[in-house]
Each structure stands twice: as structure tokens, then as C-alpha cells.
């Protein structure tokens, strides 16, 4: 029988080991327009800046970044949340292995 919901006990699970030098995904869920993705940063890995067309969420699982978000240095630690309206200019440094998790809400722009 399929459940009419998706339930993961502890999200950091989903993800592969992060290998030294890299920063892995991996999709959580795609459903009723909003994407659920996971990405696991080694310590010094970088997302360099970039926006996006839609409306975002960023919530820190694991881990310590460095977060820009419109110019401004932030600190991003396990229990960081951020909402980011489309066209945010963000970037992501890890200074420790970090697990994000990241909302796309893709019905909105």
C-alpha cells in the first residue's frame, strides 16, 4: 500500500558519505511543485554565488558555512533556516562537512 505521505526519520541518512573535496545531492522529493533536495558539503567546499528563479528555503542540518546571502557574511549551523525570495544572490562555504537541506517551491516565482 502506498502512503499518501513521505516520512524520513532522519534526513542526513538520505546521503551518501561525502567524499573529501566534493559536495554530493540527492533528491528528497518532487511533488505538487516543490523540490526537496539534500546536498552534503566536504569542509572547504564551496556553491559559488548564484540565484534562483524561485522561491527558496535553506535549513542546515549538520555542520558549520559560511552563507552570503545579498552581499551579507551570515553563520549557518545545524538548526540555520533561511527563507530566500526568487533571484536571491546566495552562496554557500563549508567551514566543517555540512548537510543542507534545500526547498525549491516551483509553483511560485
Given at each position: 500500500m502506498e502512503l499518501p505521505y513521505r516520512y524520513v526519520a532522519n534526513l542526513a541518512n538520505e546521503l551518501?558519505?561525502?567524499?573529501?573535496?566534493?559536495?554530493?545531492?540527492?533528491?528528497?522529493?518532487?511533488?505538487?511543485?516543490?523540490?526537496a533536495t539534500?546536498?552534503?558539503?566536504?569542509?572547504?567546499?564551496?556553491?559559488?554565488?548564484?540565484?534562483s528563479s524561485y522561491p527558496a528555503i535553506l535549513?542546515?542540518?549538520?555542520?558549520?558555512a559560511e552563507l552570503m546571502l545579498r552581499g551579507e557574511r551570515r553563520l549557518a549551523q545545524a538548526g540555520t533556516w533561511v527563507f530566500m525570495p526568487p533571484h536571491t544572490p546566495h552562496s554557500v562555504?563549508?567551514?566543517?562537512?555540512?548537510?543542507?537541506?534545500?526547498l525549491l517551491f516551483r509553483g511560485q516565482s
Open positions: 551518501p558519505d561525502i567524499p573529501p573535496d566534493s559536495i554530493v545531492s540527492r533528491s528528497v522529493s518532487n511533488e505538487q511543485g516543490v523540490t539534500l546536498f552534503g558539503f566536504a569542509t572547504g567546499q564551496e556553491m559559488s554565488e548564484h540565484t535549513h542546515f542540518l549538520q555542520g558549520e562555504l563549508a567551514k566543517t562537512t555540512v548537510v543542507m537541506l534545500l
